[in-house]
């Protein structure tokens, strides 16, 4: 039975997890309940997900682990827009590296399936690929022993597991014997691309060189080794999740979430976002119209 998409994040628990963790962090989405992931366009049925937070020896490398279970009826796109993060993917007897996607994300689900994933933070898979990032963008390769263990050894390790719990303690143990020294041009490639998405004034690679104190050549040259795309890449990549994410859970107007993102026309507006997501903001607007079951509403923006 097709179900709506679940979705659940916590910390690892160190009782069930011996040695992985320390216990919720500051910052656990879970003892606020799930929060709202930005990036995927739409909520496919039959689908569910969840994410567990690392410890915090792993912290300033894994942002996080995840995880995707199907099962469907007939077969179903998923779609997102993704961040300018590295993953490493296991699903069946395969591991790979997917690099930063440039374009939408698109993926076909068919019948019953599930992988587990590793989010690392912007700039800190360098640390344990040794070449620059930008040679995996918008590519995904096979794992090796990037992660410190042969890679047979983990896809059978972690296909003897039942539960992504499972799977991301033993992640969290193979990922600390082998973790690697975060150098400082990764941990000021991470640093800068969070205040990027945090950061409401910081809309253009000018803002962002201003704000560090780098040259725009300079920001260029670090985001490319580290993170794989441009600053102002980037830039564009964080507002356009925003604008998705409004249209689809806010009765705002293409014009007033243009405006809120410091577009200066609604035009210009329209042509990142089609030129990415591949439909006009207005058409994103009624497909999600009539995909909701019939007398419900997006719910209107809470003022903040």
Same mark, same amino acid.
């Given at each position: 039975?097709?179900?709506?998409?679940?979705?659940?994040?916590?910390?690892?628990?160190?009782?069930?997890?011996?040695n992985?963790?320390?216990?919720?962090?500051d910052t656990?989405a879970?003892?606020?309940g799930p929060?709202?992931?930005r990036?995927?366009l739409?909520?496919?049925?039959?689908t569910?997900?969840g994410?567990?937070?690392?410890?915090?020896?792993?912290a300033?490398?894994v942002?996080?682990?995840?995880?995707?279970?199907?099962?469907?009826?007939?077969p179903t796109?998923?779609?997102?827009?993704? &961040?300018?993060?590295v993953h490493?993917? !296991?699903?069946?007897?395969e591991a790979?590296?997917?690099?930063v996607v440039?374009?939408? !994300?698109t993926?076909?689900?068919?019948?019953?399936?599930?992988?587990f994933?590793i989010?690392?933070h912007?700039?800190? !898979?360098?640390s344990f690929y040794?070449?620059p990032?930008?040679?995996l963008?918008?590519?995904?390769?096979?794992?090796g022993?990037?992660?410190?263990?042969?890679v047979?050894?983990?896809?059978?390790?972690?296909?003897?597991?039942?539960t992504?719990?499972e799977?991301?303690c033993a992640?969290?143990?193979?990922l600390?014997?082998?973790?690697?020294?975060?150098?400082?041009d990764a941990?000021?490639?991470?640093?800068?691309?969070e205040?990027?998405?945090?950061?409401a004034?910081?809309?253009s690679?000018?803002?962002l060189?201003?704000?560090?104190?780098?040259?725009?050549?300079?920001?260029?040259?670090?985001?490319?080794?580290?993170?794989?795309v441009?600053?102002k890449?980037?830039v564009c990549? !964080?507002r356009?999740?925003?604008?998705?994410?409004?249209?689809?859970?806010?009765?705002?107007?293409?014009?007033?979430?243009?405006?809120?993102?410091?577009y200066?026309d609604?035009?210009?507006?329209?042509r990142?976002?089609?030129?990415?997501?591949?439909v006009?903001?207005?058409? &994103?607007?009624a497909?999600l119209?009539?995909?909701l079951?019939?007398?419900?509403?997006?719910?209107?923006?809470?003022?903040t």
């Amino acid at each position: 039975m097709a179900t709506s998409l679940g979705e659940s994040s916590q910390s690892l628990p160190g009782s069930a997890c011996k040695n992985a963790t320390d216990g919720p962090r500051d910052t656990d989405a879970s003892c606020a309940g799930p929060a709202r992931v930005r990036g995927p366009l739409g909520r496919p049925l039959g689908t569910e997900t969840g994410r567990l937070l690392p410890s915090r020896e792993l912290a300033s490398f894994v942002e996080h682990y995840w995880w995707v279970r199907w099962d469907l009826p007939v077969p179903t796109s998923t779609e997102v827009l993704t &961040y300018p993060s590295v993953h490493v993917v !296991f699903e069946g007897e395969e591991a790979r590296i997917f690099g930063v996607v440039r374009a939408k !994300f698109t993926r076909q689900l068919a019948g019953r399936g599930e992988v587990f994933g590793i989010k690392f933070h912007p700039g800190t !898979f360098r640390s344990f690929y040794g070449r620059p990032i930008i040679e995996l963008t918008d590519r995904s390769l096979p794992l090796g022993d990037e992660l410190g263990t042969p890679v047979f050894q983990l896809i059978r390790e972690l296909g003897a597991l039942p539960t992504p719990l499972e799977r991301a303690c033993a992640v969290e143990a193979r990922l600390r014997s082998a973790l690697p020294e975060l150098d400082h041009d990764a941990a000021l490639a991470k640093d800068l691309v969070e205040r990027v998405r945090t950061d409401a004034n910081l809309r253009s690679v000018d803002a962002l060189s201003e704000a560090c104190g780098l040259p725009p050549r300079e920001l260029q040259r670090l985001f490319r080794e580290y993170v794989g795309v441009g600053p102002k890449w980037i830039v564009c990549r !964080f507002r356009l999740q925003e604008a998705a994410e409004l249209l689809e859970t806010t009765t705002e107007t293409v014009a007033s979430v243009a405006a809120s993102l410091g577009y200066f026309d609604q035009a210009h507006f329209a042509r990142d976002f089609k030129s990415v997501v591949g439909v006009a903001p207005s058409e &994103y607007v009624a497909r999600l119209r009539r995909a909701l079951p019939t007398g419900t509403h997006r719910p209107r923006r809470r003022s903040t």
